[in-house]
Antibody
Framework: QVQLQESGPGLVKPPETLSLTCAVSGGSISSGAYYWSWIRQHPGKGLEWIGH???????YYKSSFKSRVTISLDTSKNHFSLNLSSLTAADTALYFC??????????WGQGTTVTVSS | DIQMTQSPSSLSASVGDRVTITCRASQSVHRYLNWYQQKPGRAPSLLIY???SLQSGVPSRFSGSGSGTDFTLTISSLQPEDFATYYCQQSFTTPRTFGQGTKVDIK
């Protein structure tokens, strides 16, 4: 079955840009009507949707991130990525990649912790 | 954005109890409402999608109901492995939005 694995730096300095990658295994990122998503969770808090990208490359972002977020798809490497710029301590969180099939999010990565600190 | 409000925020229950969690949307999401379970240090996992469909592999003691703005997750007989935090989420539109979570712990 499809599995997702996040990778990226655990520590980033403000106001640098965070770059995370989600490797998709067990299936093609190009197949099916899925949205490939990024979601984060601040320590001890709830889930915050950041945005997603469709197989056709259409992107949708939460408005509070819109000016500093980019999600992209690399079908040749079977992965998708999150770039989040102008980082502050408020971006310290656990970041999940996930697969959204429109009626729910059925596959999640294990999550990667990102700390923003100088 | 559609706001999702869960109640209660936390509850204490015993093994064998029937547990009900509610989720209210700020506008109709039709039946595009999903429920997730999250245990500490783990990613969430999908329990129920489109209000009442049980995700493959999820025990039948979990059930969901509702439509429009009001939804319910029910655990018919709480098991030790069910102590966790539960989230609702609407997938009717973007941005996807989650409820704040309901933590179920041991009484």
């Amino acid at each position: 079955q499809v599995q997702l694995q996040e990778s990226g730096p655990g520590l980033v300095k403000p106001p640098e840009t965070l770059s995370l990658t989600c490797a998709v295994s067990g299936g093609s990122i190009s197949s099916g009507a899925y949205y490939w998503s990024w979601i984060r969770q601040h320590p001890g808090k709830g889930l915050e949707w950041i945005g997603h990208i469709s197989v056709s490359g259409g992107t949708y972002y939460k408005s509070s991130f819109k000016s500093r977020v980019t999600i992209s798809l690399d079908t040749s490497k079977n992965h998708f990525s999150l770039n989040l710029s102008s980082l502050t301590a408020a971006d310290t969180a656990l970041y999940f990649c996930a697969r959204d099939f429109s009626s729910g999010i059925d596959v999640w990565g294990q999550g990667t912790t990102v700390t923003v600190s100088s | 954005d559609i706001q999702m409000t869960q109640s209660p925020s936390s509850l204490s229950a015993s093994v064998g109890d029937r547990v009900t969690i509610t989720c209210r949307a700020s506008q109709s999401v039709h039946r595009y409402l999903n429920w997730y379970q999250q245990k500490p240090g783990r990613a969430p996992s999908l329990l129920i999608y489109v209000a009442s469909s049980l995700q493959s592999g999820v025990p039948s003691r979990f059930s969901g109901s509702g439509s429009g703005t009001d939804f319910t997750l029910t655990i018919s007989s709480l098991q030790p492995e069910d102590f966790a935090t539960y989230y609702c989420q609407q997938s009717f539109t973007t941005p996807r939005t989650f409820g704040q979570g309901t933590k179920v712990d041991i009484k």
